[in-house]
């Protein structure tokens, strides 16, 4: 990006190169093809449009900032210098934040992206910034009850349950197993039933070369949603083997 000061009245004709071998700082060129993007805008700093948004902020009702990324910053083929959103608009949102807390973010993005701001989110009950938008239902989502959890006398399946966990392990605290589609009518109710195979209990095992399912220990969790534990189900596996020898197991 260059500067180039414009009289009013006079035509001016502008010439654009292009190589390949000094690119822009901060800028990554995906395996140096050439690319030209022509535009303007009056020369402004930083400050004084971050002013402009807070102001804007403070009179308004409700404020609302778009912030994310788009093919200049993010593109299959290369990768970002970091997770941060480009330039100042981490300071904007925090900003307008502060000048008027009844403000909503629009954030797009195809990759991940740091949301420091993101303490500041209102939810139904008390939000972590590792679990944000548990308790998030639009006006469009059915809310379902569960049932009472039933178990199967055969170990390999558990009916009307869709998570679980492995505490006994390394990894994510609750992991989604299995799922199934319904569709319901304006006050229909449907019982609905899950069966996790020994399946749901395996993990990628390379030095075995196939999904493996260890002895031990395992609580099956049924809740809506996640955080909200309506039912559970603890199970114990007895033997260590994988995918393929279990049907030969007795």
């Given at each position: ?5 414009a ?23 995906p ?16 400050e ?28 299959e ?10 330039g ?45 938008v548990?308790r998030?239902?639009?006006?469009c ?28 392990r390394?990894?994510p ?12 009518g ?45 039912e559970?189900?603890?199970?114990f ?12 197991l007795?």
């Open positions: 990006m260059g500067l180039f000061k009289q009013a009245g006079r035509v001016y004709n502008l010439g654009i190169r292009f190589n390949n071998h000094h690119p822009v700082p901060g800028q990554v060129i395996m140096r093809r050439g690319a030209i993007e022509l535009g303007g805008r009056p020369v402004t700093e930083a004084e449009m971050l002013q402009e948004a807070e102001r804007a902020a403070r009179e308004a009702d409700v404020a609302i900032v778009a912030v994310g990324l788009n093919q200049d910053w993010e593109c083929g290369y990768d970002r210098d970091s997770m941060k959103l480009p100042k608009s981490d300071e904007l949102v925090q900003r307008v934040l502060a000048a008027n807390p009844q403000t909503v973010v629009i954030l797009q993005s195809g990759t991940p992206v740091e949301l420091p701001f993101i303490r500041y989110l209102r939810c139904r009950d008390s939000a972590s910034e590792d679990d944000i548990h998030q239902h639009p006006c989502y059915s809310l379902f009850h569960g049932p009472k959890c039933r178990q199967s006398r055969r170990q390999r399946k558990c009916p009307n349950l869709c998570r679980t966990v492995r505490r006994n390394q990894g605290e609750k992991e989604l197993r299995d799922f199934i589609k319904v569709e319901l304006a006050g229909e109710k449907k019982t609905c039933s899950v069966q996790l195979t020994m399946k749901a209990f395996a993990y990628s095992d390379t030095s075995a070369n196939n999904s493996t399912v260890d002895a031990g220990d395992y609580k099956v969790l049924l809740g809506s949603p996640s955080r909200d534990i309506k559970s189900v603890n199970m596996i007895e033997t260590k083997a994988s995918l393929l020898e279990y049907p030969k007795k």
